[in-house]
């Protein structure tokens, strides 16, 4: 009796992480029922990146410059820029948020990129960086939004904001 009684008040790690699993996030269930965009946990089908590096300035042009041409169907499309670096912390945290956004939005209205600032200090001095991540949203060639900070949520209302 005393041998039950201490498995059932000391619960093995596996089924700990079970309790986790199933308890740890219902506000997230319920908040990602509302957003267009959410992450799940299933695999994305769509195994191509989805995130395309920027590294010379003309490059970064391009994709900015592309912003202004109009796709048949769904209007202006629009360029989202992660600036970031390995270096950072908050940026290696929100990297693959972004990442997984990025494959799981099939509107054709966005484009993603991403600027390691070291790699590419003249885009990023371009567009004015002092602090990573910072995300730029550009349409018709201009910035039109501005998040510092890795914070998911933010993101994902920014990026809600251009596909609807």
Not at 27 to 53: D, H
Not at 108 to 127: N, Q, R, T
Request: net charge positive; glycine share 6%.
């Amino acid at each position: 009796m005393e041998t039950e009684k201490s498995q059932q008040s000391h619960p093995s790690p596996e089924n700990k992480d079970k309790k986790k699993q199933i308890f740890s996030k219902p506000e997230q269930v319920q908040e990602s029922k509302r957003k267009k965009i959410s992450i799940n946990n299933k695999n994305s089908l769509n195994s191509m990146p989805q995130v395309e590096a920027l590294k010379k300035l003309d490059e970064f042009n391009k994709a900015v410059g592309d912003c202004t041409v109009k796709d048949a169907g769904s209007g202006d499309i629009v360029a989202i820029i992660d600036f970031s670096a390995t270096w950072c912390g908050p940026c290696r945290v929100i990297s693959p948020i972004y990442e997984k956004i990025a494959s799981e939005d099939n509107s054709g209205k966005l484009k993603y990129y991403k600027v390691d600032v070291d790699e590419s200090p003249d885009i990023a001095s371009k567009c004015g960086i002092s602090a990573m991540p910072t995300f730029i949203v550009f349409k018709n060639g201009s910035p039109v939004d501005t998040m510092k900070g890795a914070d998911q949520k933010g993101l994902m209302q920014m990026i809600n904001k251009y596909i609807a």
